[in-house]
């Protein structure tokens, strides 16, 4: 089945500068990618998601990366704030399969 | 006009009680699933149901069974309570099982005493 990699588990920026999270996957086959983003005491929000006929999807602040070449995907969310702090999960999965599988997630802190 | 909602939002019981958690989307979807996240947040499938058919079980130990009476609800019930099952229980729902845009419920954290 499909193995999700997150890297890097904690990521701490300041207030107004860019932050990046990057995923690896192993299935070639997936072509779904979502970010979901978890606050604390909530449940996971779907926050951008691309499918693997575009390499770039933008909404925002935030733009999702794709290369199926190297079988990765980066989030990356731009003049971050307070509220961005949170626990952003990537996920994949194969063409008609909705079975997810998910990173293990990445602490996002947004100092002020 | 939430659009996916569990009860309860919390739940704390003693080793070997049954204990159920409901479901319910308002979304029209067709398709819902149970998700285990354990105390790493690790989040991981345990089941899906579509238009109430089992199409995704993993494995998961026979004393958790769902039942979807329709497929607006999909509940989760859940035998001879063990401490390991402590855990955050999350709902979600998709427009069908080739649609993969998934929607979470608020999320019942159990506590197994």
């Known amino acids: 089945g499909e193995n999700v990699e997150q890297h890097p588990s904690t990521l701490s920026v300041q207030e107004g500068d860019s932050a990046v999270i990057k995923c690896t996957y192993s299935?070639?086959?997936?072509?779904?990618f979502p970010w979901y983003k978890q606050e604390l005491g909530k449940g996971p929000q779907l926050i951008i998601d691309?499918?693997?006929?575009?390499g770039e999807k933008k909404d925002q602040r935030i733009a999702v990366t794709l290369n199926k070449t190297a079988k990765h995907f980066s989030l990356h969310i731009t003049e971050t704030q307070p509220e961005d702090s949170a626990v952003y999960f990537c996920?994949?999965?194969?063409?008609?399969?909705?079975?997810?599988?998910f990173g293990k997630g990445n602490q996002v802190v947004v100092i002020p | 006009d939430t659009a996916v909602s569990q009860t309860p939002k919390y739940l704390v019981t003693q080793m070997g009680n049954d204990k159920s958690i409901k479901c319910e989307q308002n979304?029209?979807?067709?398709?819902m699933y149970w998700y285990k996240q354990d105390s790493k947040k690790f989040l991981k499938i345990m089941f899906s149901?579509?238009?109430?058919?089992?199409?995704i079980n993993e494995t998961v130990p026979n004393r958790f069974s769902p039942k979807s009476p329709d497929k607006a609800h999909l509940n989760l019930h859940i035998n001879s309570l063990e401490l390991g099952d402590s855990a955050v229980y999350f709902c979600?729902?998709?427009?069908?099982?080739?649609?993969?845009?998934?929607?979470f419920g608020p999320g019942t954290r159990l506590t197994v005493t």
């Open positions: 979600a729902s998709s427009r069908g099982t080739s649609s993969y845009e998934q929607y």
């Open positions: 299935d070639s086959a997936s072509n779904y």
């Open positions: 691309i499918r693997s006929n575009v």
């Open positions: 996920a994949a999965t194969p063409y008609g399969n909705n079975r997810l599988a």
């Open positions: 979304l029209g979807h067709d398709t």
């Open positions: 149901y579509n238009n109430k058919e089992l199409i």
